[in-house]
Nanobody, 127 residues
């Protein structure tokens, strides 16, 4: 059974930085990719960034490109999201997700491409 636990959320000032982590307990499951999604108050869950577990190819939403950086550490099965130059619109609950190897995957931008989800961590941008 795969378990994903996010951490690192909190309050950050406009223009500041924050780093989110997602620790994955994989058991015998092999991972093809992982991603970050977010859900702002009153809105649906939106894609933020994705990374292939092998090779590290990255994909970003236009709204965060150039400001956020996704990374992974295969040795510790941990994924990160470095958030720089944060904006008010970055306020949301951030969820990490994992795609099991051989599960349908094309870009990582869609929820159905992921088998497993964390519980989320709140990020609030303040002035």
């Amino acid at each position: 059974q795969v378990r994903l636990v996010e951490s690192g959320g909190g309050l950050v000032h406009l223009g500041g930085s924050l780093r989110l982590s997602c620790a994955a307990s994989l058991g015998a499951t092999r991972i093809g990719a992982m991603g970050w999604f977010r859900q702002a108050p009153g809105k649906g869950r939106d894609f933020v960034a994705a990374i292939l577990w092998t090779g590290g190819d990255q994909n970003y939403a236009d709204s965060v490109k150039g400001r956020f950086t996704i990374a992974r550490d295969g040795a510790s099965n941990t994924m990160y999201l470095q958030m720089d130059s944060v904006e008010f619109d970055d306020t949301a609950i951030y969820y990490c997700a994992a795609n099991q190897l051989h599960h349908a995957y094309r870009s990582g931008r869609y929820e159905h491409e992921y088998n497993f989800w964390g519980q989320g961590t709140q990020v609030t941008v303040s002035s």
